[in-house]
């Protein structure tokens, strides 16, 4: 039996909590409505307010605390093993474009950082992309070679600050890593500054497309824009099929003060072991460091983030003896069936519309590099990248079918094959635990809190209709299918959904009181 490791909030949100922007109750009028304030959104309105643009900020929760607050927080153009597969499938002008995006991106933050004079520990690191199996070490070495043709500082090597040996690394110089949250909070205020508007726990509910736009809010406010940009991580609007082009994947995140062993001084990543993310980051006055690593990734829904929450720690105190691991927290991200990311607009007959999703586990370099096309595109000018992240492209249909059609079979196994297991009892349920049951006639979402009180809701997600999973150790129902999340009295934490499950008494009708737990012993 593993030991169940608590899940605290992000260590980033922890130390930046920032001041509170109002909640939209009225209609407004602007040129560009954002939905979503994770660092893609957040970009993108403040590139434009920059613009002379009059810009409103849509969030549903609170800005800069959904995934952009929970990220391992690099900031590099080395994402893994990209260029290889870029230079084979599109070509050796697509990595470079990639590569140009990517570190552009990075050098308009770092510019940023200087003028605004932003506080947000800053610091240039080499990133290394790394396997200790040595039949893996031709294909880094192909990742070294295609990075370099791409046009970044890139070497092999067998060398690296890690307290254990490599078969071999790709190493990428001059790259940076920060406080994602603090950069964020300076970005925000100085969007304000430039007539921009923020408001939080402001949910987007519906889009209609026109000369000019409509926003509806969940309070019922309407926003009219001449554009709108959907950064929401997950688009909210399934009217360009991006669900389908889509592979929702949640990773675990330990940190805390590092050991008496020396800093790795630099930014680590293998895709073996179920992926290892290792950095470090300024912690406290007197010059102690954090060690933050991140793996143990799974589709939401799906595995057992309990026992992954073990692993990673048990790995981490492992390699890093001394380490003291006194946060704990997930993230969530979304990978396009042909690894880039899709940026641009919304759907083939877009004019107005536009999105920023799947950037696959590195939407820092990502979010930032999306706000200069998306502000290049609504502004008319060009881009010379806009082609290679453009969500129309068709050239990339052939390449990507495999990876659309697992993507497709995964999502039908779950509709279909969760609908066959058989239902739990009630009685069974353990405080903290939760999972479906039959009453009335469907499938009821049950969790039982640690006072005993039960919780129901409908185990259908709102967004298409899959039956959700109960996650334990982040107390939250989880859509497979999407990614949706939920907390146990149905509130929607993580879209696509947009509507919360509806609450169930135990007979499966609707209600909206709690059942309190059956009398023990």
Same mark, same amino acid.
């Given at each position: 039996m593993h030991e169940q490791r608590r899940v605290t909030d992000s260590y980033w949100l922890r130390t930046a909590p920032g001041?509170?922007?109002?909640?939209?109750?009225?209609?407004?009028?602007?040129?560009?409505?954002?939905?979503?304030?994770?660092?893609?959104?957040? =970009?993108?309105?403040?590139? $434009?307010?920059?613009?002379?643009?009059?810009?409103?900020?849509?969030?549903?929760g609170r800005a800069a605390a959904g995934v952009t607050g929970r990220t391992t927080a690099k900031l590099t153009a080395q994402h893994t093993l990209v260029y290889d597969r870029l230079r084979r499938t599109r070509g050796p002008g697509g990595a470079r474009l990639y590569a140009r995006s990517?570190?552009?991106?990075?050098?308009?933050?770092?510019?940023?950082?200087?003028?605004?004079?932003?506080?947000?520990?800053?610091?240039?690191?080499?990133?290394?992309?790394?396997?200790?199996?040595?039949?893996?070490?031709?294909?880094?070495?192909?990742?070294?070679?295609?990075?370099?043709?791409?046009?970044?500082?890139?070497?092999?090597?067998?060398?690296?600050?890690?307290?254990?040996?490599?078969?071999?690394?790709?190493?990428?110089?001059g790259q940076a890593q920060f406080h994602p949250v603090k950069y964020l909070?300076?970005?925000?205020?100085?969007?304000?500054?430039?007539?921009?508007?923020?408001?939080?726990?402001?949910?987007?509910?519906?889009?209609? !497309?026109g000369e000019p736009c409509r926003l509806t809010t969940e309070g019922g406010a309407i926003v009219t824009a001449r554009d709108v940009v959907v950064a929401t991580h997950y688009p909210v609007f399934d009217r360009a099929l991006l669900f389908s082009r889509l592979s929702p994947r949640r990773e675990l995140v330990v940190a805390g003060p590092l050991g008496p062993g020396p800093?790795?001084?630099?930014?680590?990543?293998?895709?073996?072991?179920?992926?290892? =993310?290792?950095?470090?980051?300024?912690?406290?006055?007197?010059?102690?460091?954090? $060690?933050?690593?991140?793996?143990?990734?799974?589709?939401?829904?799906?595995?057992?983030?309990?026992?992954?929450?073990?692993?990673?720690?048990?790995?981490?105190?492992?390699?890093?003896?001394?380490?003291s691991l006194d946060h704990a927290w997930a993230t969530q991200d979304n990978e396009s069936t042909d690894t880039?990311?899709?940026?641009?607009?919304?759907?083939?007959?877009?004019?107005?519309?536009?999105?920023?999703?799947?950037?696959?586990?590195?939407?820092?370099?990502?979010?930032?590099?999306?706000?200069?096309?998306?502000?290049?595109?609504?502004?008319?000018?060009?881009?010379?990248?806009?082609?290679?992240?453009?969500?129309?492209?068709?050239? =990339?249909?052939?390449?990507?079918?495999?990876?659309? $059609?697992?993507?497709?079979a995964e999502v039908a196994r779950h509709f279909v094959g969760d609908r066959l297991k058989p239902p739990a009892s009630v009685d069974e349920l353990a405080p903290g635990d939760g999972a479906l049951v039959r009453s009335g006639g469907e499938r009821v979402?049950?969790?039982?809190?640690? !006072?005993?009180?039960?919780?129901?809701?409908?185990?259908?997600?709102?967004?298409?209709?899959?039956?959700? =999973?109960?996650?334990?150790?982040?107390?939250?129902?989880?859509?497979?299918?999407?990614?949706s999340r939920f907390d146990v009295d149905g509130a929607v934490i993580e879209g696509p959904a947009v509507n919360p499950l509806e609450r169930r008494d135990l007979d499966g009708s609707p209600t909206d009181a709690h059942r309190p737990a059956p009398p023990r012993g």
């Amino acid at each position: 039996m593993h030991e169940q490791r608590r899940v605290t909030d992000s260590y980033w949100l922890r130390t930046a909590p920032g001041p509170d922007h109002p909640t939209l109750t009225g209609d407004g009028d602007v040129d560009v409505a954002v939905v979503g304030a994770g660092i893609a959104g957040l =970009s993108t309105a403040h590139e $434009l307010a920059r613009a002379g643009l009059r810009v409103a900020v849509l969030e549903a929760g609170r800005a800069a605390a959904g995934v952009t607050g929970r990220t391992t927080a690099k900031l590099t153009a080395q994402h893994t093993l990209v260029y290889d597969r870029l230079r084979r499938t599109r070509g050796p002008g697509g990595a470079r474009l990639y590569a140009r995006s990517q570190t552009e991106a990075i050098e308009h933050a770092a510019a940023l950082v200087a003028e605004l004079g932003i506080e947000c520990e800053w610091e240039t690191r080499d990133a290394y992309t790394y396997v200790r199996d040595p039949s893996r070490a031709d294909e880094v070495r192909a990742e070294a070679e295609a990075a370099r043709e791409a046009g970044l500082p890139a070497a092999f090597t067998t060398e690296t600050g890690l307290p254990f040996p490599v078969a071999g690394a790709v190493r990428v110089g001059g790259q940076a890593q920060f406080h994602p949250v603090k950069y964020l909070r300076a970005i925000t205020a100085d969007l304000i500054a430039h007539g921009g508007q923020v408001y939080e726990h402001t949910r987007v509910t519906g889009l209609t !497309e026109g000369e000019p736009c409509r926003l509806t809010t969940e309070g019922g406010a309407i926003v009219t824009a001449r554009d709108v940009v959907v950064a929401t991580h997950y688009p909210v609007f399934d009217r360009a099929l991006l669900f389908s082009r889509l592979s929702p994947r949640r990773e675990l995140v330990v940190a805390g003060p590092l050991g008496p062993g020396p800093d790795p001084d630099g930014m680590y990543i293998t895709p073996d072991e179920n992926t290892r =993310s290792v950095r470090t980051a300024p912690y406290g006055p007197d010059g102690q460091r954090m $060690l933050v690593v991140t793996g143990e990734h799974f589709t939401p829904g799906t595995g057992d983030p309990e026992a992954g929450f073990a692993r990673l720690a048990a790995w981490a105190e492992e390699h890093f003896p001394g380490v003291s691991l006194d946060h704990a927290w997930a993230t969530q991200d979304n990978e396009s069936t042909d690894t880039v990311p899709l940026v641009g607009p919304f759907h083939p007959g877009a004019r107005h519309t536009y999105v920023a999703t799947g950037f696959g586990g590195w939407g820092l370099s990502g979010g930032i590099m999306a706000g200069l096309l998306l502000t290049a595109l609504i502004t008319g000018r060009d881009c010379a990248w806009r082609g290679l992240y453009d969500p129309r492209r068709l050239k =990339s249909v052939v390449r990507e079918a495999p990876s659309l $059609l697992k993507t497709q079979a995964e999502v039908a196994r779950h509709f279909v094959g969760d609908r066959l297991k058989p239902p739990a009892s009630v009685d069974e349920l353990a405080p903290g635990d939760g999972a479906l049951v039959r009453s009335g006639g469907e499938r009821v979402a049950v969790h039982r809190d640690d !006072e005993g009180t039960l919780h129901a809701v409908s185990a259908r997600c709102t967004h298409m209709g899959c039956l959700v =999973s109960f996650n334990r150790a982040e107390r939250a129902w989880e859509c497979p299918c999407h990614g949706s999340r939920f907390d146990v009295d149905g509130a929607v934490i993580e879209g696509p959904a947009v509507n919360p499950l509806e609450r169930r008494d135990l007979d499966g009708s609707p209600t909206d009181a709690h059942r309190p737990a059956p009398p023990r012993g």
